[in-house]
C-alpha cells in the first residue's frame, strides 16, 4: 500500500469518444483516457481503473470510492435505444407528448419535421379518471378498468411503462393505485410514475420526462448492476454512487430507480469543476466554458454554485436548436450548448457570408488537417492557418497535422468563392465561431438577469483555450482561468462534487391568500425527500439544505429564483416573502411594480453534504519571465494582423512565471492562446490566469 | 491579406452581431410581459433602424405578422413627429393598427438612439397587451371606436421625461391597468437595453455611426433576394381561395407577377371589407403575404428594410385586406393568418412540387370569460370571474414529400399553454385536447391532423367566449389530387352547433367542443406507400372502417 492512509478516490466519465478516469489520492491526481466501449461501458472503466491503478502504484482494492457519470442514458434517447414502452395516462390526453407545444422551432422551413414521441400513439392508454387543479378527485378511478388495462399491458409484453395523469403532482393516489395494480400482477415490471420522477406542473414536460425515465430504466439498471458486479470481480471493495444532472452524488439504487436524473451528468461534472476553481480563487462570478470537438459549453456559476434550472431539453434534432429536442423536467446544471467545437464545418451562404457549424467533421473523418479524407475547412483549420495550431506539436507531437490540406480546403470551399486570401478566410471562421459563442454566452446572461462583463471566465477541454482569449475580448472579461488537468476535467469535477439530492414540487398559491400551514408542509416533504435521497450516500455530517421559491407576479409567465430561509413560517411571513420577492425582481428587472399581487408557482429544496472547501489559493503576482522555447507568426484577432508570438512550454513555468501576449502556451491535450491584449501568469495551483495588460 | 478584404469579414461578424443585439432585446421583453401572447406565443417584434429610418436588423419572433409593420414603423414616426423633433431620452408610442401592426392590441414603441450626442438611429419593438378596453379581443364591433382606447403616434417620454397624462389615460381605459401598463414601461426598457447593448459593439468595433454597416446589410439581402427572384421562372401565377368569414364566405384572390428583380402579390378580385372586426390593415396582409413569398424563395436571408423590398404587395381600395379606418380590425389574424395559403397556391403555379397543401390556417384561439352563476344558483363561496386565452392549432398541409404536421400552428409561431397550468388560472376544466382521428386530408402525403378540445365551467359558473374560427365551411384543400383535411366544428357535448365567429354562451354543466380542421393531402392516396398506410391504421391517425 502506498497511499498512507489518505483516501482513494476515482471519479469516472464516459462521454461519445473517451472514458475518462481520474484517480485522486490525497492531493495527489493521476488520470487516464481510454476508447468508450460502446457494447460493455463497463470494460472501459476497468481498464482504465487498472491503468491509473498501475500508475499510481496502488491496488483496485485500495479504493475507497468511485464516482461515476455517463451520457449513456443520453444517448439512449438521442439514438432511441431504449425499453419498448408503454404510458397510461389521462383519458382525453393521449396525444400531449405528440401534439408537445403545437409549434414549429424553425419559423420559415416549410419541411420542417418534428421529433418523434418517445411512445408512439398505439403504445398510450387511456383510463377515464381525473384530477381537478385544487387536487381532488373530479372522476374516481374505476377499478375494472385498472385492472382489464394492466391485463392488456402485460399481455402485449411491454419491457417498462410510464404513468403520467393530468395534476398527479397534487394527487398522486391514482397514479399510485395504477402502479400497484400493475405490480401485483407482474411483480418485475418496470414501472415509473410521474408524480415520482417529476412532480412539477406543466403535462407536456412531466409526461415526457416520465417516458424517458421508463425508456431508458431497463438498459440503466441492467449496466449499472453489471458495473457493479464488474468492479468487485475486478477486485475493488468500495462503493459505486453515481453523478447526477443537479451535479450532486446519489447511490447507484436511486440511479437505478430513477435514470433520467443521470441526463447530463459529465457535463455537469465539468460545471463543478470550474466551480471549484472559482470556489479555490474566491470568485464569486464566473462563467465555464467547454469546447470540445462539436459542440461548446457555457454554465453560469455564481456564488461558486453552477447555475441550475428545473427543466432542460435533451436529444436536440436540428442544429441544437431550442425547441427541436424533448423537455426534461428534472433539476440541472443549466447550461448552453451550441454547435461550435474544433471540428465545425465553414462555408459560405447566398449572402456571401462565412457560416460555421453545427455540423461537424467529428474526429472521423476530422477537420482537413488531419488528413483522414476530411475536405472541408473546419475551425481547427482556420486555428492552423492562423498560428494558433503548430502542426508539429499536436496530441503532443503524436499527429502530424497538414497545413497544406488546411489551405486547399479553405481556398476551394470560402476564399475562391468570396474573392479572399487564405488568411481573411481563416480569420472569418475563427471570428464567426467565437462570434456565435460569445452570443450564446451574452444571450445567457441576459436571460438570467446578469451582465458578463465583471465575470471571470473558467476555460477547460480540448479546443476551449485556443479560443477563450478571444471570447474574452469579445464579452469584456478581464480575467481568464485555465485549470491543469482540463482534459478531464468533468472526471474531476465528480471528486468535487457533494452527496446530495434536490427535490422539486409545484405547488401553487398567492400570496394575498398565505397560507403558513400549506407552506411549512410543502417544505418538509421537500426537506424529508431530498435528505432521504442524500442519506443514502453518506449518513454522517450535517447536511446544507437551501430551498427556492419559484415566485411571479400574477399574469406573468416566467418565475423569479427566490431563496428561502428554510424553517418554520407564521402567518405574518407573508410581508417577507414579499420583500424577498421584490428583492429577487429588483435585481433581475431594474425596478418593482406596485399594486400587483405575487404568486408561488412551484419549490425546490436541495440536501447536500458539506463538502471540505478547495485550499485557498492567492491570486500570484508576475515575477520572472516565462522561459520562450521558440516564435511563430500568428494572427491576432483583435489587431487583424499576424504577430510575431513567443512559444512556451507549460510545464516549463513555475509559479509567477509570465508571458506577455501574443504568446502560445503549449501542452500535450491543447494549447492556450494569449492574446496581443493579455498576459499569462502561471498561478501557485497550476492555473494560467490570463488577464488584460491593464490588469495582469 | 488587405484591409479591404478584412472590413467585408469584419462588417459580416458586424452584422451578426447586431442581430444578437436585437434578439437580446426581444428576450428581455419576453422575460418581462405580462401578456400571455407575448410570453407564450413571442406575439412581439424588435428591431433596430438606422438614421433615416430603414430597419437593418429585427430578431425572429413567434409571429410572421409584425415583420413589414415593424420595417415600416419608424417611417411613420419620424414623418408624423417630425425629424427636429426628436431629442435624446425621447420614447415614442402609438398602437394605430394602420401605422403599427394591424390592431389595437399592439403596442409599438420607439426610441431614438443617440451617441455622443448625435442621433445614430432607433430601436423599435411591439407587443400584445393584455387589454386595451373597448368590448374586448373579439371580432363583435362594428368600427374602430368599439375595439378600445386608440393613441396616435405621441412622446410616451420627453427627454427622459415619461407623459404622466398618457399613463393616467391608459390606466383608466383598460381592464388590467397594472399590466398594461406594466408592459409599456417593458418595452421602453427593452429598447434601453438594445441601446446600451448596441453603444458597447460600436465601442469595440470603434463605430461611429451605422450607416456604413446598414449600406453593407442593405445591399447583401438585397442582392441574393434578387438572385433567388431571378432564378424564378418569371410569369403570372393567381389563385382564389375561398374561407368563411363572418357572416359570409371571402375570397382571397392573389396574382403574383414575377419580375426579373421583383415579385408583386396583388389582392384584386379579393371580397369587400366585413362588417365586423375580421379585417385586415394592408400593413398586416402585406406581412403575411411576405412571409408566404420568403418561406417558398428567401428562408434564410434575415428580415430588413431591403431583403422585404422586392416583395411588393397591394391591394385594391375598400378590400378585406386593405381596410381603412374607421372598419373595425381586433381579429385581424383570423384572415392574416390564412393569406399564405392562399399566396402558396399561386406559388405553386409558378414552382410546382415546392409549396404544402392548404391548412388549417389560423388560430383557434380560444377567450373565454368565466362568470359565477346569480342568485341561489351562486357558488357558495361566491365563484371567481376570469379571462382564459388559450391557443388552439388544428392540422397543417401535406407537403410534396412529407405529411402535413398535425396540430401545429402554421403559419403563426405560438406555442400552446399547459392545460394545468390554464386550470390554475380560472374555474374551467379541460375533458379533451388530443389529435382528432381521421382528420388529415387524405393524399400521398396526409394532411397534418386537427385536434379535439372540450372545455366545461367547473360546478356554479358559465362561459362566455368570443368565437373567431374558421375553415368549417371551407375545410382546407388537398393538392395535385390529395383530398381536403376534415372541417372544422363548433358545437355543445349536446349537439346544439354553434356560429364560428361572435360571443357566445356554454351553460353551467355544458361543454364546449371545438374539432379543429384537419390539412390538406398531397398527391393521388393510391400513391400512398403501404408502409405509412399501416402505420396511419395501428396510430388510429386514420378513422378505422
Redesign the interface.
Known sequence: MTTDGKQVRVGVDIGGTFTDIAMEIGGDLHSTKVLTDYAFPENAIVKGVEQVCATAGVPLSAIDLIIHGTTLATNALIERRGARTALITTKGFRDVIEMRTESRFEQYDLNIVLPAPLVSRDDRFVLDERIGPDGAILKPLDDAEVDALCDRIIAAGFESVAIGLIHSYLNDTHERRVRDALLKKAPDLSVSISAEVSPQMREFQRFNTVCANAFVKPLMASYLNRLVGRMKDAGTDCPVFMIHSGGGIISVESAIEFPVRLLESGPAGGAIFAANVAAAYGIDSAVSYDMGGTTAKICLIEGQVPKTSKTFEVARTWRFKKGSGMPISIPVIEMVEIGAGGGSIASVDNMRQIRVGPHSAGSEPGPACYGRGGDKPTVTDADLVLGRLDPDGFAGGTMQLDTDASNGAMQRELADKLGIDNATAAYGIGEMVDENMSNAARMHAVENGKELGEFTMIAFGGAAPLHAARLCEKLSIDALLIPPGAGVGSAIGFLRAPFGFESVRSAYSRLSHFDATAINAVIRDLSDEATGFARRGTSDGELDLECTAYMRYVGQGWEVPVPIEVRSYQQADEASFRALFNDCYERFFGRVIDGLDVEIVSWSLRATSQVTPPTPVARTARTNAAQVSGQRRMFDAAQGRFNDAAIVERSSMKPGDWVAGPAVITERETSTIVTASRDAILQADGCLLIATKANA | ?T?E??S???K??M???LI?VV??QA??L?????S?SV??SGDLSAGVFNRAGLMIAQA?T?T?GHVNAMAEAVGHFINDLGRDNIYEGDVFITNDPWKGTGHLHDFTVVSPSFRNGDLIGFFACTAHV?DVGGRGFGPDANEVYEEGIFVPIMKFAKRGEVNMDLVQILRNNVR?A??VV?DV?SLA?CNE?GHRRLM?MMD?FQMSDLEDLADFIFK??Y??TV??IAALPKGQYDNIMRVDGYGEPIDIAVTLDVQDDHITCDFAGTSAPSPKGINCPLIYSTAYACYAL???VA???PNNHYSILPFKVKAPEDCILNVKRPAPVSVRHVLGHLVPDAVLGAVHKMLPGH??AEGSGALWNLHVSVRPLRGNLAPADGGQRAEVLL???GGAGA?P??DG??????PS????M????T??VGPV???????RDGSGGAGKFRGGLG?VV?IAP?DGHEIYFNAMFDRVAHPPRGREGGENGAPGVVRLDDGTMLATKGRQHVPSGRRLVLELPGGGGYGPVDERDPEAQARDI????VAKN
Open positions: 491579406m484591409n478584404l478584412l467585408d469579414v469584419h459580416q461578424i452584422w451578426n452581431r444578437s434578439e437580446e428576450v428581455t419576453i422575460r418581462t410581459a405580462f400571455t410570453r407564450e425572429v413567434g410572421p393584455v388590467e397594472h399590466q406594466g414601461y426598457a437595453i458597447d469595440e447583401r439581402s442582392d441574393a438572385d433567388a420568403k418561406c417558398s428562408p434564410e436571408i409549396v404544402p391557443f388552439n392549432s407537403r414529400t412529407l404536421l398535425s396540430a401545429t400552428a402554421f409561431g405560438v406555442h400552446s399547459s392545460i394545468e397550468a386550470e390554475h376544466i379541460f375533458w379533451r385536447k388530443e389529435l385536434q372540450e367547473t395501428a396510430f388510429e391517425y
